[in-house]
């Protein structure tokens, strides 16, 4: 169990990091083709999404890179990425693409526990 957290840690910069990246860098043609709700927003809000799903990825893995900071980077990146993750989930129920807010609250769920303190 000591290592389930930071792995959970690693896994979620990989998916937000790297995959707000791709989002970030493709244009949107290609990205409505393949993900149904970049059709319903504006360019500049596809890319602002994608943008704090970087940041707040490389926020899940900065912990191990710095010690002792004032404020806790995973703490607010975990919030930050749960209301994302609860918006998206809002979205995707409002255009009736059900099937992908099962995997919204799986996420806001491997959010929740690497990044809220229980003690």
């Not at 389930?4 to 244009?27: D, E, K, N, T």
Request: hydrophobic letters at 55%.
């Amino acid at each position: 169990m000591t290592y389930l957290q930071p792995s959970i840690q690693v896994i979620l910069f990989l998916i937000f990091a790297i995959g707000g990246g791709i989002r970030f860098f493709q244009p949107i043609d290609v990205l409505a083709k393949r993900m149904r709700w970049v059709s319903y927003f504006s360019p500049g809000i596809v890319r602002s999404i994608a943008l704090v799903e970087v940041i707040c990825g490389v926020g899940f893995i900065l912990p191990f890179f710095l010690t002792g900071p004032s404020f806790s980077i995973l703490l607010y990146s975990g919030c930050l990425l749960i209301a994302t993750m609860v918006g998206a989930a809002i979205t995707h129920f409002v255009i009736g693409d059900y099937k992908q807010i099962f995997l919204n609250v799986c996420l806001i769920g491997l959010i929740y526990y690497a990044a809220i303190p229980l003690d």
